[in-house]
């Protein structure tokens, strides 16, 4: 019946997991996540990383001055744990609303991780305190080990690190961030939505691993979590097509430029901020599942974070939609998610 309807309207989308980056980077590239999200989880792996509400406060300051357009935007602010975060930052920040969220990233995990976490029994206190305020702690849920192969790396992070963590602390409030596992899936799932849910990316509900192989290694789909075998990919999909709550609308869009990308380090993250919400309507089409797209991307999220549901709405239309190719920054440029390519939706102006 899905390709029949010509006009979706549902209340305005957030985003509940968004890289800005700074400076130049930011301001070319807030603008995308302003146009289609009322508020965005603004992830704090800057070089120099937001670890305590001074960095936020500027941070946040930096971000509304780059907006240049009329949007009501919102950018809710996050801190990153290392072990010398002490909990009275984090009790102070919460209660102020200088933070939504803290966010642990594993040492070494991923983009600007080097100053995370070696062993979370370093931060027992910080996460003691998280669960006692009603702070949610976002995780990039990989066990970052040379001798684990990066395709096992999620499901191996709930063995050792998830369960045990919330045996100790069953009262916090987690996001198990960017999930791409079936294993991922099947753990949320079977959690009290009050304390564990996850996020869920357009890439990795559109490709798999074949696709960062097609025809030559394609480094502008390489991210972490990287993407995982086409029977993840499914269970991810079948996970939103569903309906369930416990999952919800995260991007991860994670700019790089150009020589950052083709490197040899090639940087981890994809852009997909200009495409990002009409690739998730073609998603939920493709499913079947429009019935859902709403509560995925405008209610689950807010539910969970305890905060409003947008009164704004916005209107979702059966248009072709045309990514740009690139985005200048300076002498360099951005690549974007499926970057010249044409989507079925449009957001009507």
Known sequence: MSKFIKKIK??????????????????????????????????????????????????????????????????????????????????????????????????????????????ISDIASVLECMEKIGMPLLIHGEEINKNIDIYDREAKFIETTLDPLRNKFPKLKIVLEHITTKESVEYVKKNDFNYLSATITPHHLMLNRNDMFYGGIR????????????????????????????????????????????????????????????????????????????????????????????????TIIKKPFKIKKKIKVGRDVIIPFLSGETLNWSIKN
């Open 219 to 314: 480094p502008y789909l390489y991210c972490l979590p990287i993407l995982k075998k086409n029977t993840h990919q499914i269970a991810l999909r079948e996970a939103i097509s569903n309906g369930d709550k416990h999952f919800f609308l995260g991007s991860d869009t994670a700019p790089h430029l150009n020589k950052n990308k083709i490197n040899v380090l090639g940087c981890a993250g994809i852009f997909n901020a200009p495409s990002s919400l009409l690739s998730y309507v073609q998603i939920f089409e493709e499913m079947n599942a429009l019935k859902h797209l709403e509560s995925f991307c405008s209610e689950n999220g807010p539910k969970f974070y305890n905060m409003p549901i947008n009164k704004e709405t916005v």
């Open 10 to 119: 549902i209340k305005k989308p957030d985003d509940w997991h968004v890289h800005l980056r700074d400076n130049k980077i930011l301001k070319k590239v807030i603008k995308y996540t302003g146009k289609f999200y009322k508020r965005a989880l603004i992830m704090p792996n800057l070089n120099s990383p937001i670890t305590n509400c001074i960095k936020s406060i500027a941070y946040r300051s930096r971000i509304l001055k780059s907006m240049h357009l009329n949007y009501e935007f919102q950018p809710l602010m996050t801190c990153y744990l290392t072990k010398f975060t002490v909990p009275q930052e984090l009790e102070v920040g919460f209660s102020k609303k200088i933070f939504i969220a803290a966010k642990f990233y594993p040492y070494s995990s991923t983009t600007n991780s080097k100053k995370g976490i070696k062993k």
